[in-house]
C-alpha cells in the first residue's frame, strides 16, 4: 500500500524559508512522477511542482518559479520542495502526490496518490 507523508510545513514570516518533505512509500516509484499541489480556503487545489522520478526532471508553476526548489532522494524515496522568499499567497496546505503520469504533470487527474497535507502559513 502506498503512503506518502508530507511534513516540514509551519508558521513563517513573509519572506522566510520552508522545506517540506515527502516520504514515500509501499511502491516502487521509477518512472512515476511526484507532485505538490496546494489548496488554501475557498480556491481549488492548484499546481505547484512535480519532479520526474527517474531523471530528476522538474516543472513548476509559474506562481512559484524561481524561489521554490524540487529535489528527491532515490535512495531515502524522500521528494524535497524547498521554499524561499515566502508570500502570503503560499498560505495554503499543501499536498504530496504520485503517479504514473503521461502528459503535462500540472493536472491533479492524473495522480494516484495522495498524502494527507501540511499547512503552510506565511504572515505579512
Known amino acids: 500500500q502506498v503512503q506518502l507523508v508530507e511534513s516540514g510545513g509551519g508558521l513563517v514570516q513573509a519572506g522566510g524559508s520552508l522545506r517540506l518533505s515527502c516520504a514515500a512509500s509501499?511502491?516502487?516509484?521509477?518512472?512515476?512522477?511526484m507532485g505538490w499541489f496546494r489548496q488554501a480556503p475557498g480556491n481549488e487545489r492548484e499546481f505547484v511542482a512535480a519532479i520526474g522520478w527517474t531523471r530528476g526532471v522538474t516543472y513548476y508553476a509559474d506562481s512559484v518559479k524561481g524561489r521554490f526548489t524540487f529535489s528527491r532522494d532515490n535512495v531515502e524515496n524522500t521528494g524535497y520542495l524547498q521554499m524561499n522568499s515566502l508570500k502570503p499567497e503560499d498560505t495554503a496546505v499543501y499536498f504530496c502526490?504520485?503517479?504514473?503520469?503521461?502528459?503535462?504533470?500540472?493536472?491533479?487527474?492524473?495522480?494516484?496518490?495522495w498524502g494527507q497535507g501540511t499547512q503552510v502559513t506565511v504572515s505579512s
Open positions: 509501499g511502491h516502487t516509484f521509477r518512472g512515476h512522477t
Open positions: 502526490t504520485v503517479g504514473w503520469v503521461v502528459g503535462s504533470p500540472n493536472l491533479r487527474e492524473r495522480y494516484e496518490y
